[in-house]
């Protein structure tokens, strides 16, 4: 691996620095917007994430990789790794209202949209104007994506109408577009009758009810839809190839939750809890099996960061990073869920609280609480370790007793 900037690079570095210094505020941490809260009364940090985003699109900065006018500066995956890098070092809003639609629907649209619909979606989408959420997982499909019901039935004069419902759909209570995946032909194995489409979300006949969960926020949704009508150029890939399409999306998604550090919270936060507790024996950071805990997760943070860092390097020489994703989300989450466990339990009775009156501002809570998410998020656990062990390890495929039978011949267990 290169831990260094190649000259080419550190002179990127200089430039976003020198960018930043002029367009924004240093400061010690990174204020977080989460798309979770931005239903609760967070107009303002809304308005902040557009304004930010605007500023950056204008400059090139928006999507680094992008074609220059359409907010990016045909940039490298490297260079776009390096502006994060510093941005993170300012006083700005993130793009959490903006990372599904620019990092999973407007790349497929980009894929497989017409010119139209490019020049359409794609800057607004850029500059922070519209944003986008995405339409696949069903209330009876469990992880099996290829398992959805909602239906596209095509109407006689070309358009087509969309009935059914998508759950866990996060950001759609404020998202104005979404892509969607649909059964078009029950009549083919399940993978080969599903078309992609991108709809107006806005439509009547969308009904979004906001999931309320145990973290207190709302940012999953369960959607219905009762006869939408779109448009046949309102159509992502060829009809029947939705799956090739979706692959594109569920790509990005997984390198985009992959790529996250469970809320920046590590072993460097655990440590300053354990320095201001008080156990019975004494400080926290001094007892033996806390830090023989903590020791295993810097060993595992190190292997994340190590592994990040392998994908960096083949970016950066021009190579195709390898399963470092897959593996990185894995880690991600279930670190994350153990280690807030683990700081919970070292908390005592204050754990149980949440916000300002427990210690550090409750962050281990929201962390425990918001970390199931995650594991289910660009994929479970279980899919992930059976993509690795097929894809990577070469080890023979689970069974499938459905992946040759017909849609409608599927037993629905009801």
Known sequence: MDFEDSPEEAAFRKEVRAW????????????????????????????ASKAWQKVKAKAGYARITWPKGMGGIGGTPMQSIIFGQEESKYDVANGGPFAIGLGMCIPTLMAYGDEEAKKRYVWPAVQGDEIWCQLFSEPAGGSDVAN???????????????????????GAQFSDYGIILTRTDPNVPK????????????????????????????????IFFTDIKVK??????????????????????????????????????LMALARTLELEDGPAIKNAAVREKLADWYV???????????????????????????????????????????????????????????????????????????????????????????????????????????????????
């Open 300 to 414: 595992r943070s190190a292997g994340l960061r190590y592994t990040t860092m392998r994908t960096m390097t083949a970016l950066s020489q021009g190579k195709q990073p390898g399963p470092e994703a897959s593996i990185a989300k894995i880690v991600v989450a279930s670190k994350l869920q153990d280690l807030s466990a683990f700081a919970m339990d070292l908390e005592g009775e204050a754990g149980i609280l949440q916000g300002n009156e427990a210690p550090m501002q409750g962050a281990f809570q929201g962390g425990w609480l918001s970390s199931p998410g995650l594991r289910i998020a660009g994929g479970t656990d279980e899919i992930l370790r059976n993509i690795i062990a097929e894809r990577v390890l070469g080890l023979p495929q689970d069974i499938r007793v459905d992946k040759d039978v017909p849609f409608n011949k599927i037993p629905t267990g009801r």
């Open 191 to 222: 993978h080969k009758g599903l078309t992609m489409f991108y709809i107006d979300m806005k439509d009547p006949g969308v009904d979004i009810r906001p999931i309320k969960q145990a973290s207190g926020g709302s940012g999953f949704n369960e």
């Open 148 to 170: 959805l019901r909602t239906k596209a039935e095509k109407n006689p004069d070309g358009t087509w109408t969309i009935n059914g419902s998508k759950i866990w759909t996060t």
């Open 232 to 269: 046949d150029s309102q159509r992502l890939g060829a009809v029947g190839q939705g799956w090739t399409v979706a692959l594109t999306t569920l790509m990005h998604e997984r390198l985009a939750v992959g790529g996250g550090t469970g809320g920046g919270l590590d072993v460097a936060q």
């Open 20 to 47: 930043l210094d002029a367009n924004a505020k240093k400061r010690d941490g990174r204020r977080q917007i989460d798309p979770e809260d931005m239903e609760n009364g967070a107009a303002n940090e809304m308005a």
